[in-house]
């Protein structure tokens, strides 16, 4: 007969059930969204968002929507470093394996957060700085990371941020992003064609398991980053993803 959690654990694991959430919505929402999304009752909801509030994890805006707090950021800038050093080795791994620079990145609001990148050694490379943001529609690790959400979501995210296009070649429309999603979940991995920059091609795909969207890449020049690269780029990139993702649930 399974154990019921303690009254003051059921509370905590409901208190970051309502964070999640928030987070999910682009970081903002109003208390009747929150209640659609989660089975507790409103007078629990309100109660535990008054208390978030009072510690500085929430905060209510002037317009009564609840957005996350300030304290959080330091708790995410620390949990990154720690993402971006576990994924550190891997991350080396593949550059040394592929000789192209690799990324690791988390979904963050409507957007994606490099939290990793370890560059390649050639002269002519991609550097992507740790903490840049990105869009979701036209990066590679963006792509890989819609492929694992649902359809619902990955419109009210891209909606929210918007499709500019950074390149002749980004995809702008939700049909367009929907048919690359669809092909991306077919074969398991994401392609950024030039969307992004052009002149740079990008492998990337999601990380299975994680307790939060994140992919990882790797990336070059078109010149060095064709077909024979993607036969090597594809497995080595599943074994990279397979690898953190043991690591972050504890399964190595």
Known sequence: MPVKPAAGVQSVERAFELLELIARAGGECTLSELAAETPLPLPTIHRLLRTLVGIGHVRQMPNRRY???PRLIRLG???????????GPVLRSLVDDLGESSNLAVLDGDMVVYTGQVPSAHSMRMNTEV???A???????GKAILSVLDDE?????VTQAGMPAATPKSITTLSGLFAEVERIREQGYAVDEEEQEIGVRCFAMAIPGAPTPMAISISGP???VGQDFADRAVPALQRA????SSALTGNL
């Open 135 to 141: 869009n979701l529609h036209n990066s590679g690790v």
């Open 67 to 69: 957005a996350l707090g």
């Open 241 to 244: 993803a397979a690898t953190i």
């Open 131 to 133: 903490g840049r943001r």
């Open 222 to 224: 078109v010149s060095r």
């Open 153 to 157: 979501r990955i419109a009210r995210l």
């Open 77 to 87: 800038e620390v949990a990154n470093r720690q993402l971006g050093a576990l994924a």
